[in-house]
């Protein structure tokens, strides 16, 4: 780990003391979001030191032209981000003239940030001594409301301690705002109106090209000593900013509160001419609430997200911490209700990867969100890839593929391919894959019949041709070989055959045809309007099989294992521990090339096809393969520890499954791989999740049925999750004794403990 | 071929008729160049329909920051271009009101444009119909002057022919200009005074960030019917623009001419604060020859260049007008005075590429140069990396090579990489080994000692140590492997043990270890220097020749031959002859990710290594691989046909070399690969001078002995050429009837004629 400021608590993330230097990674983690927008951990006040702005929309995206060498056919058009929206947070706080700044002040102590999970807010305080020798306390405290999700709170307050003062509080509107990751420095919003009534401000703006519509508001309150006081601002109107200067006359411990209503209304939920009146209405109903009212609507909503999804564990702090905040920020980012919404690996922390959905979702997010939520929330998530099949199909054709064979983009915000670098898209086509599995995995865990027939099946064809077509026949190896892909390891480029590209390819083939069987057994009539609709003939199906039953996999006899890639015995096989330690990163400390020629794996890569498809792979040889690519693995990707804690544990390695649940789980909170300041890993939580259920819970499903393999580490009392499986509600508490079930339902659920059936009741505890 | 219009004709390139589709094409056919400047022929007057203007300085360039993706540690920092310059051409011309513009005429008769390649100017001439409905008779002519290299010198001519006119002739100089290619739009130029006294006017500017300065200069005369005119003109100055507006009245049938001498003053040749003095001398030695006299000068300059780099061809004037239009335009790019200079694969005729040095001046340019020029000016070829020597360290040391290993850029203007495709600058290493093999084929040729003691060992050894640091160790193979690189074929990348790449590799640890055995046996005070100053160690030698003996090449038993890379016998191997016409060529037609994975290949790669390394195999080695490798190249790269010509004529394949040929040679005239309005394809015109002098004449240079094999295709009567060798000038005509040889010198030389030894001696022709 990378950094260890942040203090250990059951339920709450919290730094003490200020230190410039970690304001960019504190703005990260202490980030806050309900969903509809997110918020990094940004001062309200002016802070002059380096800082990194982000106030994110859900959805609202700009497609930036890429940056690419010489463009080359196919190369991705633009490149999606969700911008940095209109800053709606700031208030500027000046103490007998002279602002308050964190970066200048003489003197700063006490300073505190806590980040409640319990109940969905963040706080900060500090005693300061300001340049004019004032010396203030300040607290703050803000939350973005789940109940009202257009609406972000703020209650600030100042008390001078050595003096009389006058404070004046310019709550603002800023549309000034850039993004750090622009490519061309373009212009991504334009404003057309600046307004205000009375003690609200307005800025309408809209995104260039993508002309998404928002409105950003504030209202604001005085208050000294918690009463309120009518002052009337002066008001300051500039080309993109509002603002409103309130002076408060303060005694020495007199305390100056301002509470400040904002927030964002869009077009996604209104009519564009219609955002300033749905602006007022929520600003409305939230000064009607007031702040305390609203807050512990906050706390009362975030309870009842906790009562489902919480895990909770004994006898270790760090732990327990680590997979609240993974399990926190999980829910900040995304709550399942928009099939058009999806899960950026940065959520609303950062600007990479540009807010945009990559196959993160389908590979890592899905299970936390099947289990921890309603199936619905599932189910939106492959609606999101349903509707973007055709642009899908287009993708393909424009890359020379035919017969409405599918590539879905690696990065997207609409269906269209839009990622910054051209090596990955049109390489790293395993994510086709994943879209695949992810159908599976879905109908696997939910029973759920319906999706497949009705939606899932045209997207399974799809794919299937799309790795019909992309394999070809070697006729050297007598084999179907798939030629210039690059794998989960990112850290080797443009490789022949990558074990878990080839299987997937072969899974995905397969899979299709025994959907393609049974809803054709089952529902003719679905299978009839499919089939036209897809255009599909019989031969191929048989042509998708042979090529399934041909598909070559890399093997080394002297290693008795799949190889990664073709040629990955010829790379000098010198293990991640012989590296210097200086060198680490290495995508920080080596050139591009020397990485890709390494052996070093960015992430699971065949551990994650093992993960993928255990139950065709023996336990011996999952031990193998760990053993032969653990050695090499950097994990300088997020969503690779949580594979290799699932993977240890099944080998009962809980030592070593340990090590990587800790690096999963508190990636950022320790900034393992020292870059948290540009953004939360937001999709590599649900791998946390995994890690515990999963990975230590040993949850699968076989055959229909719950199945659990429980183990506990060593540093650990006890630990219990709940799995909403097939609406019924199971409570699982492992401890170093043994393990107790319990159904919140009325139906008996039989499971499998360690491959042996049992039956849990409902209203009795099953203790194994 | 893809065009058909250039008339066939032994020394000029001919256009007749006008074709707006035809413009930007003939804009980079017809360039004119001096070696100092180069010039599309853009027309002088206005024209309003789609054009590609360039006018450019060589070495005036700019480090235009690089499109990349996610920017990876080692990608290049900057996008060098040498930019389109001030425009010194242009006259706006008048006709009774309206402006000159050929798109815009209501007719255009007897277009004709001419670049004569024996005196070297361009002409224009036609007959128009402006909207006017005045009939005017057009003729211009320009050149840049080889005497004067700082001057270009045009006469335009108007003659009304159907009434009385009123012309008005405005030259201007315009510093408002911009490159198409320009990555982010910056600003390139900065002028910092526009400035005009009597006839003549100024622009001085520099380039931003590089701060070349350089001032464009112009002064005019006016004739009537060959009759100077003092003529006041009005003046209009703005802020990137001046011009001088002459208003001429001419009766009809009389005719109104401009001699405008135009040109650029840089700081390379005269001191920053002085180029306007310089411009001014320029002007003045320009305009008291007057525009004839400095014709009759271009002539006879360009008799100077003909005399020794003519190549002759009976019976076939396609064939004769290619390989002129070759010679005439390496000569325009290049002359080799100046070792700061290079040639760019575009030379002066377009943007792409930008005007850098690539490892083509090493593999092709500089056979052309020994064998045309005094050896000094490949000696100065030589030495432009020599200067670089040290950034080649630097580079290196960014990519992790230690020890004083050099990475020479890919593409480079001071020594530093400037590539905007870092794919390629990581991967496309055997520039390296290129660069290594001029010395050794500069050398053989001349037989210059002095040059590796003095400064080719130091390039040799820090190369070597590029390589044997490059090379690792593969325990499967057992031997040395090169991994992660791109061959000449960059329709393949990140492959691994590309036998071109591989070889040369193997080949230049063994040649340094040569080197450094032969300048310590000979030279020893030298060799100490260079061991002290490049602190090598008697056992780095050891190391490399082991590498080199163990160096591994991917060999194919059951095809016998080596493999261009490990994994290409897996790819699907549909020869070119299958493709669909409508697909070709590839990288217009096809996605960049299935151009990698195919077998085609966009040049000569292994054939290229068979090409260098020819004493290495046999005759049926060379057979064997021309036979596997022919049908899946698609001689995408302007690089190609050449070699495979030099083979072809090797294997007595004299239709298919003569093929080659044409296309190597009418490359651009006949616009093979779609693209010659992006400019033409200068670095691989030396590659038609060796198609000639190697592939048909079969000239080598074996143990200090020209040596000679030659051949005539079946559709020319007789072909000559001269080669100066040693001092010695070496005139070899080939006819079906046999071969003479003619020495102008006072020694005899004894050369080899299909491998017997024969003696020319002077005075006396040789005939074989």
Redesign the interface.
Known sequence: MNQDYIKPDNWSIIEEGFDADQVKSSESIFSIGNGAMGQRANFEELYSGPTFQGSYIAGVYYPDK?????W????PEY?AKVLNAPNWIGINVIVNGEPLDLFTCKKIEGFRRELNMKEGWLSRSFKAVLQNNTQVQVESKRFLSLELDEIGAIKYSVTPLNDNAEIIFEPYLDGGITNEDSN?DDKFWNITGIAHSDNQAFIEAHTMKTNFHTCTFMQSEILVNNKRKDIKPKIFEAEDIISFAYTVKTQKNQTATIHKYAGYTVDRDHHQNELVLAAKKALATAVKSGFEALLKQQKNAWSEIWKMSDISIEGDVKAQQGIRFNIFQLNQTYLGTDAHLNIGPKGFTGEKYGGSTYWDTEAYCIPFYMATKDQQVARNLLEYRYHHLSKAIENAE???FTNGAALYPMVTMNGEEC?????IT??EIHRNGAIAFAIYNYHRFTGDNSYIKEKGLEVLIAIARFWYQRA??????NKY?I??VTGPNEYE????NNFYTNYLAKWCLEYTVDCINSVKHNYLEDFERIRVKTNLKGEETYKWIEVADDMYFPFSEEHNIYLQQ??F?????IKVDKLPKSERPI????????I??SPYIKQADTLQGFYFFEDRFTLEELERHFDFYEPFTVHESSLSPCVHCIQAAKLGRMEQAYDFYLRTSRLDLDDYNHEVEEGLHITSMAGTWMSIVEGFGGMRVNNEKLSFAPRIPEQWQSYSFKVNFRQQIIDVNVSKDGTTFKINGRTPLQILVNDKAVTISPDNLLTI
């Open positions: 890429t940056r690419v060498g010489w080359k056919n196919g190369y490149f061309w424009k890359l020379g990622h910054n670098e051209w090596e049109f390489e070809t026949f070697s006729t050297l190896k070989v030629l210039g480029n443009n490789v022949n073709d040629s015995l010829d790379k000098e096989l995508n920080q400390k080596w050139s591009w090339d020397r890709l020629r």
